[in-house]
């Protein structure tokens, strides 16, 4: 008996998987960058509460009053704890000049290779060096206010690689951002242990006044 339900039902399993074959083609054909980032990255910080406090692209400098090119956002979280948004390696951390305490992580996604920077964090907040391997949602440092800022914010870039120049370039990061993936989705990651993060023992050295526990994935 179950058998021939198995056999009747069989034809409309087929039927049903062609029929999402031809979608998910259908979906990659013309899926947006949304659609894209909303599948790969979350918010760069473990709160979904933020302001935006200056957009990407031509804006008028905040320190010396000349148009520039600002390459990323400027954002200020609810939370400091800044997180990676997606999977990635390391390619830099270090004090910069002007970007002061920077982490540029390379992401390998979908076909395509993105970069995206945090800039600005608190001294000696880095939690990776160049080369480490690093998770979606793993704390890689705290903002602050260090480089040239006129205050505590995140400085978060986001550069796309081009293959016909060969070069990464910058891209609006607010589409990572306005896509609001809410923390809930975070999965902060514990990269000491190689699990999903535990509050009460991860990072003792990393909390500060503004610390607010994530919420993890059930
Ligand atoms: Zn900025």
New binding site residues.
């Given amino acids: 008996m179950k058998a021939k339900l198995l056999i009747a039902i069989l034809p409309f399993a087929g039927i049903i998987l062609l029929i999402l074959i031809i979608l998910t083609i259908i979906a990659s054909l013309f899926g947006s960058d949304t659609a894209f980032y909303q599948s790969y990255f979350v918010l760069p910080f473990d709160t979904n509460t933020y302001t935006i406090t200056?957009p990407y692209g031509e804006r008028i400098d905040p320190i010396n009053n000349e148009k520039s090119f600002?390459s990323?956002?400027?954002v200020v979280p609810t939370s400091s704890n800044i997180v990676a948004i997606a999977d990635g390696t390391v390619v830099v951390s270090e004090v910069q000049e002007s970007g002061g305490e920077s982490v540029i992580i390379e992401h390998k996604l979908g076909g395509q290779v993105y970069r995206s920077g945090y800039?600005h964090m608190k001294e000696n907040s880095r939690t990776v060096k160049v080369g480490d391997v690093v998770k979606q949602g793993q704390q890689i440092g705290i903002m602050g206010a260090t480089g040239r800022v006129t205050g505590p914010?995140l400085?978060f870039s986001l550069q796309k690689f081009n293959a016909s120049s060969q070069k990464f370039e910058y891209t609006d990061p607010s589409i990572v951002i306005n896509n609001n993936i809410s923390a809930k989705e975070y999965n902060l990651y514990d990269y000491d242990n190689n699990k999903p993060f535990d509050n009460d023992k991860l990072h003792p050295e990393l909390r500060d006044p503004y610390y607010t526990p994530p919420t993890l994935k059930p």
Avoid: A, E, N, V
Wanted: glycine share 12%; hydrophobic share 10%.
């Fill in positions: 200056s600002h990323g956002i400027d800039h914010h400085h």
